[in-house]
């Protein structure tokens, strides 16, 4: 079957910001697979040859910001109403109506708001690590900052800052990637009577509290030595811009506060991902929030880092879901 499987192809395609980068492989119903933060269109490198086999047109794209995509240097080119629009945009460009999304970490948030704002070029949604959690509550800045209490500081509002993480991760791109990477693997994370990576102590850095040495098994030096090789050439700001546009976007996005998403969907997260745990109550409203839900499938003793660390089994989840739409 591979013999017959295309090699994949490289394109540049036009979109709001410039260009949007992206790899394809295959033909058929159009698949758009979107990542998170810190990756590329290369985290569905597994993905990609399977589901061109099995009959689809698999796209993964440099999400605005990363690889060889456009990277404005307005933070407020990052809010989600853009990164929707960029979907919409790839979507026309390969002269499709629609396609199915399926995004991960961030990109499951620019999937599922996608198929809010843009349900026209939207036909299914699969969601991997990042439950729906419909917008509403207060201002997202103001939830961080209550975390972590006086003598730490949540992820999220460490990146919010502009310059102040870039700080730690730049000198040493390779070395922060792969610690970030182990610290949120489930064959390297910290046990559970370490301090959590997700929160920092305030005046520290967030690589302190890393795994040292480790390199989880879904990592190769050489799959290491490409992350490294993109972020080193473009740097971090524009990957981190995403974090300094959530204020903005609940602001932009508040006509949308408590909707549903209503297209077929799948979910799939990891039982050691604190992406899927803390927002276990997400999970639990999905019969409300996302109607046309398929399944919600948890990975026993997986990770964040999906469907690297799991990619026989979620793509197989991703395929068995496919066939199933109309």
Do not use: K
């Not at 910001?65 to 026309?92: C, I, K």
């Not at 843009?118 to 969601?127: M, N």
């Not at 996005?253 to 899927?276: N, V």
């Amino acid at each position: 079957m591979g013999d017959r499987v295309p090699a994949p192809v490289h394109r540049l395609v036009p979109a709001p910001a410039g260009r949007v980068h992206l790899v394809e492989q295959g033909s058929g119903p159009l698949v758009l697979l979107l990542h998170g933060f810190p990756e590329s269109w290369y985290s569905w490198r597994h993905q990609l040859p399977a589901l061109a086999a099995a009959g689809y047109r698999a796209v993964a794209v440099d999400v605005r910001g990363y690889g060889r995509s456009s990277r404005p240097a307005d933070p407020d080119a990052y809010r989600m109403v853009e990164l929707v629009a960029d979907v919409a945009a790839v979507v026309e460009a390969l002269g499709e109506r629609s396609a199915v999304l399926v995004g991960h970490d961030w990109g499951a948030n620019i999937a599922a708001n996608a198929a809010l704002l843009r349900p026209d070029r939207c036909a299914a949604v699969a969601l991997l690590s990042v439950p729906y959690s419909p917008r509403g509550g207060p201002r997202p800045s103001e939830i961080f900052s209550q975390l972590g209490g006086p003598d730490e500081e949540f992820y999220v509002s460490y990146f919010q800052e502009p310059g102040r993480a870039e700080a730690e991760i730049e000198p040493d791109v390779r070395g922060w990637l792969a610690g970030f990477y182990a610290a949120l693997s489930a064959d390297t994370m910290p046990g559970p009577d370490a301090p959590d990576p997700h929160f920092l102590r305030r005046g520290g850095l967030l690589r302190d509290r890393f795994p040292q040495g480790a390199r989880p098994d879904w990592l190769t030096e050489t799959e290491l030595d490409y992350y490294a090789g993109e972020f080193e050439r473009t740097g971090l700001t524009g990957a981190l811009s995403r974090y300094r546009c959530v204020d903005r976007d609940w602001a932009d996005l508040a006509d949308q506060d408590g909707a549903p998403i209503t297209q077929p969907s799948l979910f799939i997260g990891g039982t050691r991902d604190a992406s899927t745990t803390w927002l276990a109550e997400a999970i639990a409203a999905y019969p409300t929030t996302m109607p046309a839900l398929s399944a919600a499938h948890l990975l026993d003793g997986a990770g964040h880092w999906i469907q690297q660390e799991r990619p026989a089994e979620v793509t197989s989840l991703l395929l068995d879901w496919l066939a199933t739409l109309p």
